[in-house]
């Protein structure tokens, strides 16, 4: 294969950590559905001017996506809070939405997001996690009905800090927790996050914060929330299930690292990934974009990247719209669509080692059953089988494939995994001609909904 058929990200030490080959995306596996090599190139060399305009915006510090891999002093502010917040907790609820949830979810999901505990001691003893991203006043107000508020922590995130469905979601839950005669722990019960104080001007949830004596982190002000996995924002999940918050920014750096290091667009993985899906819209009319993980640890990641290429690249007549599966499920259901539909959808198979993993599937039972070419086989080879199975069968149906192999899902591919996909979409708003940071429509909403309430309220 080419160079740009496939890249490697790694680490120092050398570890290959993420895989990517577009080599299904080409003309000379899929035949006319397909960008020519020759093509493709032309697609990556316009990023060459960003690539520099990037590694600029890093040596400057104006961008500080770029170096929240570097930071430490806020990952030792997060773990003291979390700790202080955990303390006597069997349960801790998460408040946000969007980008102030998904990418914590993504993260937790890694050690069981929502599990009271693992295979180490240490995990066993750690409360469960809770995300409540979407409003729903029947689920809300289920849970807080059947909470124990005693032992439930609750941690706010909202980035401007005037997110009205997540301050409607901290009003019910302090009402409830005063409710249930705990008015005096509020302070200890609760933690937030949000974009520090500027202009003398505080936002709602600061308020609400310093009426009630309840800590506050700082949201990291230069990054939005749809590009904050790797700040606070999805650090306290992660520590809260207990991962290595520092082996996910050191798998993060590697891609910065790898930007800075790379001769050319052409072998830097994020942007080859941007050229490919952008160049397969405007040459090919592809535009659909499916991220389908091979994990069940991995589910939430894909309605995480789902926000951030939609919000990021959408606006203006332009964008693909994405959409998140999950392998093998998917295969049952939206697969057909991929492989007979119209030839509109990229399809990124995301893969991980499951090959000799899982229980060992009994011969006999086998047998009785009609599967008896897994007797003795290990669950995971079924997995492993059809994440190779299927992208050849797309292939031959003529339909795009990337594949992205992850050596081990662990925190270090994680952090490089979910850092591409921020680069990449920033470098796909390049070739878009879009800014990838703004959500102009998305605020319009905001203001709407703003004004019916406050119409409704004086009727």
Not at 331 to 355: A, C, N, W, Y
């Amino acid at each position: 294969m080419s160079a740009i058929e496939t890249q490697n990200i790694v680490d120092g030490s050398g570890r290959r950590l993420v895989t990517q080959s577009v080599a299904g995306c080409l003309e000379s596996a899929i035949g006319s559905s397909g960008l020519t090599e020759a093509r493709l190139k032309g697609w990556v060399h316009r990023l060459d001017g960003a690539m520099g305009d990037l590694r600029t915006a890093y040596e400057r510090g104006t961008l500080a996506h770029l170096r929240v891999p570097e930071a430490t002093a806020d990952i030792a502010e997060a773990e003291a809070a979390m700790t202080a917040l955990s303390e006597g907790a069997q349960t801790i609820v998460f408040l946000g939405t969007g980008g102030s949830s998904l990418g914590g979810q993504a993260l937790a999901q890694l050690n069981g997001w929502n599990l009271p505990g693992g295979a180490d001691e240490a995990q066993r003893n750690r409360p469960r996690t809770r995300f409540y991203d979407n409003l729903d006043a029947t689920t809300l107000g289920r849970a807080l009905e059947t909470l124990d508020l005693a032992t439930t922590r609750f941690v706010v995130i909202s980035k401007s800090g005037g997110t009205p469905e997540t301050l409607a979601q901290a009003v019910a839950a302090l009402a409830a927790v005063k409710e249930a005669g705990l008015g005096d722990r509020i302070k200890r019960h609760f933690l937030a996050l949000a974009d520090p104080v500027s202009g003398g001007r505080v936002s709602g949830l600061r308020q609400l914060a310093a009426d009630f004596g309840i800590p506050v982190l700082d949201h990291e002000p230069g990054v939005g929330g749809r590009f904050s996995v790797l700040t606070n924002v999805g650090l306290l999940p992660a520590i809260a299930r207990g991962l290595d918050v520092r082996a996910l920014r050191r798998g993060a750096g590697a891609v910065v690292q790898g930007l800075l290091g790379a001769t050319g667009a052409d072998s830097f993985a994020p942007a080859v990934g941007a050229a490919t899906a952008i160049g397969l819209l405007r040459e090919q009319g592809v535009k659909c974009s499916v991220m389908m993980p091979y994990a069940d640890r991995l589910g939430r990641f894909g309605h995480w990247y789902v926000q951030l290429w939609a919000e990021s690249l959408g606006k203006g007549g332009e964008g693909t719209t994405p959409l998140a599966c999950l392998g093998p499920l998917d295969q049952h259901s939206q697969l057909q669509l991929f492989m007979d539909g119209p030839k509109e959808h990229l399809i990124t198979v995301v893969r991980v080692p499951t090959e000799g993993s899982g229980p060992v599937l009994d011969g006999e039972l086998c047998g009785r059953a009609g599967i008896g070419f897994l007797a003795g086989r290990p669950l995971g080879d079924l997995v492993a089988a059809q994440s190779e199975a299927v992208p050849e069968a797309l292939g031959k149906a003529g339909r795009a494939v990337r594949r992205i192999d992850l050596d081990r899902l662990d925190e270090t591919a994680f952090g490089a995994l979910l850092m591409h996909m921020m680069l990449e979409t920033i470098l796909a708003g390049r070739l878009l001609e879009v800014d990838p940071f703004d959500q102009p429509a998305v605020e319009l909403a905001k203001v709407l909904t703003r004004e019916r309430l406050s119409a409704s309220a004086k009727a």
